[in-house]
């Protein structure tokens, strides 16, 4: 499901609403309604094709409700046409959530990294949080290596060294 193919700058004329909300898209409806806070972005080999990396197996697992995709956003005052903020919503509900499930996930497949990314250098206090947070969750799964990485280097790395995730 996808929201519209072309929203116009400025309008506010693909607002969903449903229940007595508003959403930014018919995506953030459904993750926000059902709760859906955990996308899970399996990439896995498959045998007989062409890649560089046989045998590579990641899944990745991204906070779908948080962050970015609160769709929280406004003109800056005295600037509308000219600067818009956009707001990153962290909480520790949240982020404990999407922890618990990675770890979960990574258990129940039998994985044995967890890997969180993220942009604390910039984000000291969002990405803070999000970290003491699967810090935290870590410490219930003593049996998973738990390890951190900024999110641009783990990009590079998952690129040149699949396999070493």
Known sequence: LKGPIEIKLGTSSTLVELRGQKFTSANQALRKLFSLYANVRPSRYIAGTSSKFAGTDIVVVRENTEGMYTGEEFW?????????????????NGALRVARFAFRLAENQ?????TAAHK??????SDGLFLECCREVAKDFPHILYSEQLCDSLLTALVHQPQNF
């Not at 600067?83 to 919503?89: E, F, K, P, Q, T």
């Not at 039998?110 to 967890?114: D, H, I, L, S």
């Not at 604390?120 to 206090?125: S, T």
């Open 76 to 92: 800056e005052e005295g600037k509308e046409g000219q600067s818009v903020v956009a707001m990153r919503r962290i909480t520790r």
């Open 110 to 114: 039998g994985r044995k990294f967890v």
């Open 120 to 125: 604390a250098n910039v984000l000291r206090l």
